[in-house]
């Protein structure tokens, strides 16, 4: 393993969008802008906000334009959001995102579920988006199922390739592959960021792992590995696809942050705010969340020796 040795790793912040779209519930709007301006001071590098999508695809964030209009940005935070056609990018340019997070899936059958559209339709969005924003914002590229689909299966690194090849054909460097509904092996995480990474040197690559069979934090290491340096994770390990069957809660944003640094990487997140406002999450939402670190405390964490042992030591 290579040694961390200070390097910087960016952690993006994404429980705004993956994790409030999978909640039941309605999280009312003063508390989605409360909790994305607490999460604005925490050091993350990007805080995914909302999405641009339809009010009737995604209930729990049709209130995308008054969340983004409300919320405190803080100078060194980048705020994106998720957009699926020309006509969320419209929106979310109004609302003067920094980023616009344009998604497909590498899978004929879950763009299809997911957006109702052909891969050849959403690649067409995307250039019309490309020459839409003419580089007034940045535009990044988020390929969904690229280490595989709860419909088809196997997902070949050829095709993920050849996707980024089309996706960076547009002049786009900014580019996330995602591990949808959990599927993704430490292993082929590795060579397919690898190859990524050595074909494209200069595309900014995220990865996006789901923990839903426990190997969020395995594939990010196995990520890092490869070269990788930003992490799109979700506060509390909220997160999930309502258009994906089995899809649960992305890697946990102060899990992933409390490894890094306990291996000697910078993330410039403050883990101890991370966990506060982590710990309130249960009330937000209504439910416990999986995240561990919050519930643990930080390895770091001391308890008081009990007192029986205490006085046999005197
Ligand atoms: N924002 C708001 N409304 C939109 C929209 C957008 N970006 N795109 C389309 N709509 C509206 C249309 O105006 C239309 O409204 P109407 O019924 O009142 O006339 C309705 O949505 C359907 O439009 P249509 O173009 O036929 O879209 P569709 O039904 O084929 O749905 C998507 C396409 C992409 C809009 C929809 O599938 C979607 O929002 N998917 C989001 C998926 C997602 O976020 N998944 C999780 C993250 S990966
Ligand atoms: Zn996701």
Same mark, same amino acid.
């Given at each position: ?43 993350? =590098?990007?805080?995914? +906000? /909302?999405?641009?999508?339809?009010? $009737?695809?995604? #209930?729990? *964030?049709?209130?995308? %334009?008054?969340? !983004?209009? =409300?919320?405190?940005? +803080? /100078?060194?935070?980048?705020?994106? $959001?998720?957009? #699926?056609? *020309?006509?969320?990018? %419209?929106?979310? !340019? ?11 899936? $590498? ?208």
């Amino acid at each position: 393993m290579q040694s961390a040795n200070g390097k910087r790793v960016f952690v993006q912040d994404v429980s705004a969008r993956d994790g409030f779209q999978m909640e039941p519930i309605f999280v009312p709007t003063s508390h989605k802008i409360e909790y994305i301006n607490r999460l604005s001071r925490t050091g993350l =590098a990007k805080i995914e +906000v /909302t999405s641009f999508t339809s009010a $009737a695809a995604i #209930p729990a *964030l049709a209130d995308a %334009e008054a969340v !983004l209009a =409300a919320v405190s940005r +803080v /100078t060194g935070v980048e705020y994106t $959001a998720l957009v #699926p056609n *020309l006509r969320g990018c %419209e929106r979310a !340019l109004l609302c003067r995102v920094d980023e616009v997070n344009l998604v497909m899936s $590498a899978s004929e059958s879950h763009n299809r579920a997911n957006l109702r559209m052909s891969c050849e339709q959403s690649l067409a969005q995307f250039e019309t988006i490309v020459r839409r924003v003419q580089g007034r914002v940045h535009v990044n590229a988020s390929v969904s199922t690229a280490f595989g689909c709860p419909f088809e299966g196997s997902i070949s690194v050829t095709r993920v390739l050849e996707l980024i090849d089309r996706i960076a054909q547009m002049g786009i460097e900014r580019v996330t592959l995602c591990d949808t509904t959990g599927i993704a092996n430490p292993s082929q995480v590795e060579d397919l960021f690898a190859k990524a990474k050595s074909r494209w040197p200069d595309i900014e690559f995220t990865a996006h792992f789901h923990n839903t069979r426990g190997m969020g934090l395995a594939n990010a290491l196995a990520a890092l590995e490869a070269g990788i340096d930003r992490f799109d994770a979700s506060l509390g390990g909220l997160g999930g696809c309502p258009f994906a069957p089995g899809a649960t809660g992305n890697l946990c944003t102060e899990d992933l942050v409390h490894m890094l640094e306990a291996m000697g990487y910078q993330t410039g997140v403050d883990l101890d705010a991370l966990l506060v406002i982590s710990r309130d999450l249960p009330n937000l939402v209504g439910h416990d969340v999986p995240g561990q670190t919050a519930k643990a405390g930080p390895s770091t964490r001391r308890y008081p020796l009990p007192s029986d042992s205490a006085k046999r030591l005197q």
